[in-house]
């Protein structure tokens, strides 16, 4: 049968500051998928956090965009909410930008990454989740796993990958995509994605027509539906392996860069993406570095096998090592670029407001 895989996160509050999500918030939400397991709403789920967002992983056989699923993502942030208020939490209800639901949570502040597929004999799959950053942060790793033969020796050794891979890329700005092939179009998606602020690998699908979709990014962008800095966008993501797909260390093998993304501080510095376990999948250096957890599972029947923590791992003790270096190098340069972002891209932050307060104080220059 088919299954939908939905991952969906927001920021509902946390403790001391933008750092970690509060336990009793994540056992609000697992009481909360908990009857809709029992209830046959959803097959089965996992709630974990990645810093300050709270994760709700949910397997089920309604397909995506479904409304009751959405819709059930949604009472339990507004439950772990109500519980973030009362421990005064800081930021409690930070991603829920409307008071009502209105059928599908895209549009309403939570990030959504879905996809649905035939299971196959053996089903593993990878979810990742980052922190203090935005959508395009994703766009270096997974063009790395889909694209790069470098990085995914199975391009060029695996009959089934051989033929490459089709990305779907959304311009975030004006909400259109375009769908691009590799190799062949390869010069033409790097001309998009490696401006990540703008355009987003939304989705990969395999050019096997037997196994269909590859990954999923969720792409929403906080600051352009609400017209104001409510918080990083942090991203998720799912991606499916083995079997004519990549092969999990190949998948993991594109985080072992470090590489820059947009975010950490106020939404407004470049950072490493520092790949953590979930024990330290909590930002406090400079509300950072960037980071991004991962997990592994099997799907069998449409229930979760796992997690694995992916990387819980000593092979990713270096990266760790070089992100902490970079940060070093790139922190010392304060509010100069290109550690601080562009004034274009400060706009939905409180730059604007301190550029208000200075406007009478600009003359003509001589």
Not at 57 to 80: P, R, V, Y
Not at 246 to 258: D, S
Not at 295 to 314: H, K, T, W
Not at 338 to 362: A, F
Request: net charge negative; charged share 25%.
């Amino acid at each position: 049968m088919k299954i939908t895989v939905s991952l969906i996160k927001a920021d509902i509050g946390s403790v001391a500051g933008h750092v970690r999500v509060h336990p009793k918030t994540i056992e609000a939400a697992k009481r909360k998928l908990e009857e809709a397991k029992k209830e046959g709403l959803i097959i089965d789920y996992y709630v974990f956090n990645a810093g300050d967002d709270l994760q709700l992983l949910m397997t089920h056989s309604k397909g995506i965009d479904n409304s009751d699923i959405h819709g059930l993502a949604w009472e339990t942030f507004k439950e772990a909410t109500k519980i973030a208020k009362e421990l005064k939490l800081y930021a409690a209800g930070q991603d829920l930008l409307k008071d009502a639901f209105s059928g599908n949570i895209k549009g309403m502040g939570p990030g959504v990454a879905e996809m649905e597929f035939e299971e196959r004999k053996a089903e593993p799959i990878a979810v990742f989740a980052a922190d203090k950053t935005e959508p395009g942060a994703f766009n270096f790793p997974v063009f790395k796993i889909f694209a790069d033969p470098f990085n995914t020796a199975g391009l060029i050794i695996d009959p089934r990958m051989h033929k490459g891979f089709k990305f779907i890329i959304m311009d975030v700005v004006e909400g259109k995509e375009i769908e691009l092939s590799a190799p062949e179009e390869m010069y033409d998606i790097l001309a998009l994605i490696g401006h990540t602020g703008r355009y987003v690998i939304k989705y990969v699908y395999s050019k096997d027509p037997e196994i269909g979709i590859a990954a999923t990014v969720s792409t929403q962008k906080l600051a352009l539906i609400c017209g104001e800095y409510r918080g990083k966008d942090d991203p998720v993501c799912i991606i499916r392996a083995q079997h004519g797909l990549p092969a999990m260390g190949e998948i993991l093998e594109a985080f072992c860069h470090a590489h820059l993304v947009k975010g950490w501080m106020r939404g407004s510095h470049h950072g490493p993406l520092m790949p953590v376990p979930l024990k330290y999948s909590q930002c406090t250096r400079f509300d950072g570095p960037p980071r991004v957890v991962g997990l592994g599972f099997n799907i069998c029947e449409g229930r979760l096998i796992g997690p694995i923590d992916l990387f819980d791992d000593p092979a990713f003790d270096h990266v760790r090592q070089k992100a902490m270096f970079i940060s070093d190098y790139i922190r010392s340069m304060g509010p100069f670029e290109p550690h601080m972002m562009t004034p274009e891209e400060l706009e939905y932050t409180t730059l604007p407001k301190i550029l208000e307060e200075l406007k009478d104080k600009w003359r003509k220059s001589k």
